[in-house]
C-alpha cells in the first residue's frame, strides 16, 4: 500500500510568488492535514479537509488557502510569499476524520522563499 | 486556546530509560497522540491514550493523566536509533491534532 506522497520534493520560490504544494493521501483515506513546520517551532496546523470540505483551519493569514479533490487528494496554496514562509510543509492522512489518532505523514515539501 | 510543554531537549545513553513529559492545556480533550520524527524525515505515529494509564508498545509506553492534564512517553533499553524528535499531541473535539514543540533526543554510546 502506498504511503502519503507529496510533491515537490523541494520548492524555491522568489518573495511575493505563489507556490503549489501537492498531496495524495493513502487510499481510502478521506481526511487530509496540512502542517507547517519551521525551525524550532514544531508542527502548526494549517488546514483540515474531509470530504471535499475544509473542516478546519489554523491561525494562518488567508493567504494559506486550499482545496480537496474527488479523489481526496489536496493542493495547498501559499500566495503573496514572505521569507518566513520557509518551512517544511507536511501533509498527513487519516481514515477516522478529526479523531486525532493515527495519522500518517507524507515526507514534506520543502519550501524555501529567497 | 491549546498549549502543550514538553522538555526541548533530554540527552541519554544506550541502554538507559528516559521519560519525555507532556502537559497540555485545552478543551474538549479526546486523547494524547505521540509521534517521533528523525531529522528531516516524516513524523510516525507511535501511540494513543484516551484513558488514564499506561499503555506498552514494546520498548515505548505511553501514561495519562486525565485529571492532571499531563502523560508522557517512557523508552527503555534505547538505542542510538532512538535518537530523534518525539512530539505529544492532543486530539481534541472538532479539530486536527494539535502539537507541541518537540523534544529532541539524543542517546550516546
Known amino acids: 500500500e502506498a504511503g502519503v506522497t507529496q510533491s515537490p520534493t523541494h520548492l524555491i520560490k522568489t518573495r511575493g510568488q505563489q507556490a503549489t504544494l501537492r498531496c495524495s493521501p493513502i487510499?481510502?483515506?478521506?481526511?487530509v492535514y496540512w502542517y507547517q513546520q519551521a525551525l524550532g517551532l514544531g508542527l502548526q496546523f494549517l488546514l483540515w479537509?474531509?470530504?471535499?470540505?475544509?473542516?478546519n483551519r489554523g491561525n494562518f493569514p488567508p493567504r494559506f488557502s486550499g482545496r480537496q479533490f474527488p479523489n481526496y487528494s489536496s493542493e495547498l496554496n501559499v500566495n503573496a510569499l514572505e521569507l518566513e514562509d520557509s518551512a517544511l510543509y507536511l501533509c498527513?492522512?487519516?481514515?477516522?476524520?478529526?479523531?486525532?489518532?493515527?495519522?500518517?505523514f507524507g515526507s514534506g515539501t520543502r519550501l524555501t522563499v529567497v | 486556546g491549546q498549549s502543550l510543554e514538553q522538555p526541548s531537549e533530554v540527552t541519554a545513553v544506550e541502554g538507559a530509560i528516559v521519560q519525555i513529559n507532556c502537559t497540555y492545556q485545552?478543551?474538549?480533550?479526546?486523547?494524547l497522540s505521540w509521534y517521533q520524527q528523525h531529522d528531516g524525515g516524516a513524523p510516525t505515529f507511535l501511540s494513543y491514550?484516551?484513558?488514564?494509564g499506561l499503555e506498552e508498545t514494546g520498548r515505548f509506553s505511553s501514561f495519562l493523566s486525565r485529571s492532571d492534564s499531563y502523560g508522557y512517553l517512557l523508552l527503555q533499553e534505547l538505542q542510538m536509533k532512538d535518537s530523534a524528535s518525539y512530539f505529544c499531541?492532543?486530539?481534541?473535539?472538532?479539530?486536527?491534532?494539535?502539537f507541541g514543540k518537540g523534544t529532541t533526543l539524543s542517546v550516546s554510546s
Open positions: 498527513a492522512s487519516s481514515l477516522l476524520a478529526g479523531q486525532g489518532r493515527g495519522y500518517t
Open positions: 487510499s481510502g483515506h478521506t481526511s
Open positions: 479537509y474531509d470530504e471535499g470540505e475544509e473542516r
Open positions: 485545552t478543551s474538549g480533550f479526546y486523547g
Open positions: 491514550n484516551a484513558l488514564d
Open positions: 499531541a492532543v486530539a481534541q473535539a472538532g479539530t486536527a491534532l494539535i
